[in-house]
């Protein structure tokens, strides 16, 4: 099992800027990809960034230039720094991980994984 906590949400003014946090933890497994999705009221869960264990990143044409996605490894621990934020930015934000679990040798499963989600909300 692998829990995902997010931090770093809150509300910021338009043009203002916030750093989220994705910390995973759990027993023998190893982290494939995380990505960052986002949920508005009455509006359908997106995708805004993703970074894989490589270190190639993606990010959604609405985000493009104003959010960077990174991570630090050693920590399990995957950011996204929001810079020139707008209000139709605010959302729920979700770190969403793809994980290997070990149950021990040459033995081990995929699976993905959600955190509980964390508010963003940008005021105009």
């Known amino acids: 099992q692998v829990q995902l906590v997010e931090s770093g949400g809150g509300l910021v003014q338009a043009g203002g800027s916030l750093k989220l946090s994705c910390v995973a933890s759990g027993s023998a497994f190893s982290i494939n990809a995380v990505d960052w999705y986002r949920q508005a009221p009455g509006m359908q869960r997106e995708l805004v960034a993703g970074i894989t264990s490589g270190g190639s990143t993606n990010y959604a044409d609405s985000v493009k230039g104003r959010f960077t996605i990174s991570s630090d490894n050693a920590k399990n621990t995957v950011y996204l720094r929001m810079d020139g934020l707008k209000p139709e930015d605010t959302a729920v934000y979700y770190c969403?991980?793809?994980?290997?679990?070990?149950?021990?040798?040459?033995?081990?499963?995929?699976?993905?994984?959600w955190g509980q989600g964390i508010q963003v909300t940008v005021s105009s």
């Open positions: 969403y991980a793809d994980a290997r679990v070990y149950r021990g040798v040459n033995n081990f499963y995929d699976y993905h994984y």
